[in-house]
């Protein structure tokens, strides 16, 4: 038999090749993008809604919401999937501190191979709502309740 030393040259070209094709055309995400996006829902005439986010390595940054108003941030999942991000949220003398993307200890989980992630984190009087969407906007019925102010 005959030894081709060129062949495991040529299949690991075939591959790469394959790969950019279908992450070209969006056929497959192997690394989508996160989109967290929060939305001051409370009422008119209260407090502005303080939210902080914050990574190992980033910090977002301390926004400052009118009722009606949003604040977004997009990252990316990093190579060894352990990703953390969690928020302080500030309304009055109500606050609440939690992951907002981390594996699968957070309402926004990511997926493997799958389209980007909209994480919507809606706050009200009642408490903090969330919605997972392909799709910036989801419909009020998407969002579930998640956690209470303390």
């Given at each position: 038999m005959a030894y081709y030393p060129y062949t495991k040259i040529q299949l690991s070209i075939l591959v790469s090749f394959v790969i950019n094709i279908v992450m070209m055309t969006n056929a497959l995400k192997f690394n989508p993008t996160i989109t967290e996006r929060f939305i001051n829902g409370l009422p008119k005439n209260t407090p502005v809604l303080k939210v902080h986010c914050q990574s190992k390595d980033d910090d977002v940054g301390v926004r400052t919401l009118k009722v009606g108003e949003k604040f977004d941030f997009s990252f990316h999942q990093n190579?060894?999937?352990?990703?953390?991000?969690?928020?302080?949220?500030?309304?009055?003398?109500?606050?609440?501190?939690?992951?907002?993307?981390?594996?699968?200890?957070?309402?926004?989980?990511f997926k493997l191979?799958?389209?980007?992630?909209?994480?919507?984190?809606?706050?009200?009087?009642?408490?903090?709502?969330?919605?997972?969407?392909?799709?910036?906007?989801?419909?009020?019925s998407?969002?579930?309740f998640v956690y209470p102010w303390l």
């Open positions: 190579f060894l999937g352990n990703t953390h991000f969690y928020c302080k949220f500030e309304w009055g003398s109500k606050s609440n501190t939690f992951d907002v993307f981390y594996k699968q200890k957070s309402p926004c989980r191979f799958k389209a980007d992630i909209y994480c919507t984190w809606l706050m009200r009087d009642s408490g903090i709502f969330f919605a997972r969407s392909k799709n910036p906007n989801p419909s009020p998407d969002f579930r």
